[in-house]
């Protein structure tokens, strides 16, 4: 038997019955983040309807699904707990140095949408020109490697 339950408009909870499971916590983090997909970026704001920076979205995607985040992309380095690259899972916190060349000081966040065979993709707010607003980056063809600092998982 499968139910559903709604929080507001999200699905954001575990249940079983019997053998199914319906949506995970992490199932719904990444349906709500893949839903923003083409949200512009700006600075400063985590409002859908109008735009987010890296931190509005994670805060958005995550406190929709009553887990703990942070508007400050710097605070998420002391949230829930730190996971390998090589494990991270579908509703982690990936954590980036800002774009200054050799910072270790935390500056862009996204949430990982997929660690399998084809490498990891994450979602994220971006303000670069090319991949400006919401997008889903393949973590390895990118320039993300050399700003990697961690990944937690907040749930």
Known sequence: MKALIFTGFLICSTLTFGQDTLLTKSDSIVEIAKAQIGVPYKY???NPDVSFDC???????????DVPSSRSSKAYGKLGTKVSLETCQPGDCMIFSGTAAGSTTIGHVGIVLSNDENGIKF?????????FGVVVTDYYNSNYPKRFLQVRRLY
């Open 44 to 46: 400063a704001t985590s």
């Open 123 to 131: 979602i994220h707010c971006s303000s670069s020109k090319k991949h």
């Open 55 to 65: 931190s509005g979205f994670t805060y958005y995607v995550y406190s929709s699904c």
